[in-house]
């Protein structure tokens, strides 16, 4: 599928060991011709951590796609009326926001995104990396598998020995997630092996 000029909503929250390996998708997204528009949850806007600094990654993120950052509740809002997105890829996601999403709690700027962006009947791309995937979460992860328009990244446990509840989606996933997402389609298998 050309991808070529769609407009997607690229939206971070805060699983900062992941935000490195989310980003490095932007690029292969830009690459294939994509207008990305970033959106930052406010723990990564206002938070410095042992991964980087809020600073580094606004950066990071502003120079990928060329825009501003939406970062406020009030600036993601208009996303639904306006009709300003093709897809709303939110990479990485974490429990916290997921279960915003899965309760429809509109307190956050990605959670705001998301709610405008499903008014308008298209795709949502989530991509987990979550502590609680198999455990709390995975309610929130079931019933967001069954609300049309979400679609997820393939994902695993990163590491059942000493973390059983935890899975990551595989990032490298999200460019043909998003093309199945595009078609209406769930990219199949959605749970992975981790070896």
């Given at each position: 599928?050309?991808?070529?000029?769609?407009?997607?909503?690229?939206?971070?929250?805060?699983?900062?060991?992941?935000?490195?390996?989310?980003?490095?998708?932007?690029?292969?997204?830009?690459?294939?011709?994509?207008?990305?528009?970033?959106?930052?949850?406010?723990?990564?806007?206002?938070?410095?951590?042992?991964?980087?600094?809020?600073?580094?990654?606004?950066?990071?993120?502003?120079?990928?796609?060329?825009?501003?950052?939406?970062?406020?509740?009030?600036?993601?809002?208009?996303?639904?009326?306006?009709?300003?997105?093709?897809?709303?890829?939110?990479?990485?996601?974490?429990?916290?926001?997921?279960?915003?999403?899965?309760?429809?709690?509109?307190?956050?700027?990605?959670?705001?995104?998301?709610?405008?962006?499903?008014?308008?009947?298209?795709?949502?791309?989530?991509?987990?990396?979550?502590?609680?995937?198999?455990?709390?979460?995975?309610?929130?992860?079931a019933r967001?598998?069954?609300?049309?328009?979400?679609?997820?990244v393939p994902?695993?446990?990163?590491?059942?020995?000493?973390?059983?509840?935890?899975?990551?989606?595989?990032?490298?996933?999200?460019?043909?997630?998003?093309?199945?997402?595009?078609?209406?389609?769930?990219?199949?298998?959605?749970?992975l092996s981790?070896?």
């Amino acid at each position: 599928m050309n991808l070529e000029g769609l407009v997607v909503g690229f939206a971070v929250t805060g699983s900062f060991c992941t935000l490195e390996k989310a980003l490095a998708q932007v690029e292969t997204l830009v690459a294939a011709g994509i207008n990305i528009i970033p959106i930052m949850s406010e723990m990564v806007w206002n938070t410095n951590t042992r991964f980087g600094s809020a600073d580094y990654y606004k950066a990071k993120l502003k120079d990928l796609t060329g825009h501003d950052i939406i970062a406020s509740i009030k600036d993601a809002e208009p996303i639904g009326p306006k009709k300003l997105l093709d897809a709303l890829i939110i990479a990485p996601c974490t429990g916290n926001t997921m279960a915003k999403i899965a309760n429809g709690i509109t307190d956050s700027s990605v959670a705001m995104a998301t709610k405008a962006h499903l008014r308008n009947s298209r795709p949502v791309i989530i991509a987990i990396s979550t502590n609680d995937a198999l455990g709390v979460g995975a309610q929130n992860i079931a019933r967001l598998m069954n609300v049309k328009n979400i679609f997820f990244v393939p994902f695993y446990q990163d590491d059942p020995m000493t973390k059983q509840t935890s899975m990551i989606s595989d990032f490298a996933m999200l460019l043909p997630t998003l093309e199945s997402a595009m078609e209406g389609k769930q990219l199949q298998p959605i749970i992975l092996s981790n070896s």
